[in-house]
C-alpha cells in the first residue's frame, strides 16, 4: 500500500459526464492535484493572457484548440507538481497526439499513470446537464439549477467570497453539439490507447453524484480514509 496523495489518473469521459464535479470529490478525498485543461484556458481568457485570445474562438466553437498551445500548457502545468504528488488530468488528454505527449512526458520523469477512469454518459444526458450547468468564476466548481426553483445558486460556496457564477460561453446549443462530435470522433479514439495499455477503468456516470464519487473510489481500490494500493 502506498500513500493516495501519490496517484496519477486520468479523468477521462464527454463534455457534461461529471468530470470536474468527481474532481472536486477526490481532491477532498485524495488530496491530490486537479489539472483541468479548460480550467487552465479560462484562466488565461479571464486574464486577458495572449494564450487565451488564441483559445476563445475555439472554446466558443466548441472545437479543440491546437495541440501546439494545449499540450505545452498541461506538460508545464504537471512540471510544476512535486515529483511525489499526485495529479487527476480532467479534460486532457483528448486525442491520441496529446496521449502521446503525455507518456512520453511523464517517462522523461521516471512516471506512468495509474489509472484512466472513463466516466460514461449518454448524449441526451449529456445535452441536459450543460443546459443546466453554471460555474463559479473564481474557483470553477460546476453547479446545476436547483431541481425545485430552476434557479442557479448566486454565490460559490467554496470561495470564501463567495465567487459569482455564470453560464459557460461554450454551454450554448450550438457548441454542445459540436463538443458532442468532436468527442465521439476526435477524443473517443484515445480509450482505446489506454485499453491497450490495460489502464482504462469504465464507471457509468449515470449514477447519484456521490455514488459516482464512490464507484470511482472502488476502482482506484481507495478507503474512505485515503489507502491506495497501486498493486
Ligand atoms: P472542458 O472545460 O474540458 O469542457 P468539457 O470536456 O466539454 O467538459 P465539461 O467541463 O463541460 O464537463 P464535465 O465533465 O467537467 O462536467 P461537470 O462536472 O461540469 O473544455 C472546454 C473547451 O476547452 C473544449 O471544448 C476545448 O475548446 C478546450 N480544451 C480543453 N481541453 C482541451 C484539450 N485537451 N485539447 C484541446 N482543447 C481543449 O458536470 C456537468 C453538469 O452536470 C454540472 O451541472 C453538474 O452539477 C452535473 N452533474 C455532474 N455529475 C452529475 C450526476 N452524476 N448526476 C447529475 N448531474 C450531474
Ligand atoms: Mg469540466
Ligand atoms: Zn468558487
Sequence with gaps: ?????GIRLVLFGPPGAGKGT???????SLGIEHVSSGDLFRHHLSNGTELGELAR????????????????????????IADSAGFMLDGFPRNTAQAQAL?????????????????????GELIRRLSNRYICRVCQRPYARDADTGAPPKK???CPDGGDIYQREDDTEGAVVNRLSVYHQETAPVLEFYRQRGLLADVSGEQTIDAVHHSVLRILNVSELGAVSKS
Excluded at 500500500?1 to 496523495?5: Q, S
Excluded at 511523464?106 to 454518459?121: A, K, P, Y
Aim: charged residues 25%; glycine residues 10%.
Design 57 to 80: 474562438g475555439y472554446m466558443s466553437r466548441g472545437e479543440l484548440v491546437p495541440d501546439e498551445v494545449t499540450i505545452g500548457m498541461v506538460i508545464d502545468r504537471i512540471g510544476g
Design 1 to 5: 500500500m502506498t500513500a493516495a496523495n
Design 103 to 123: 507518456e512520453t512526458a511523464l517517462l522523461e520523469r521516471g512516471q506512468r499513470l495509474d489509472r484512466v477512469v472513463h466516466i460514461q454518459v449518454e448524449n
Design 22 to 28: 468527481q474532481a472536486q470529490l477526490l481532491k477532498e
Design 156 to 158: 460559490c460556496a467554496d
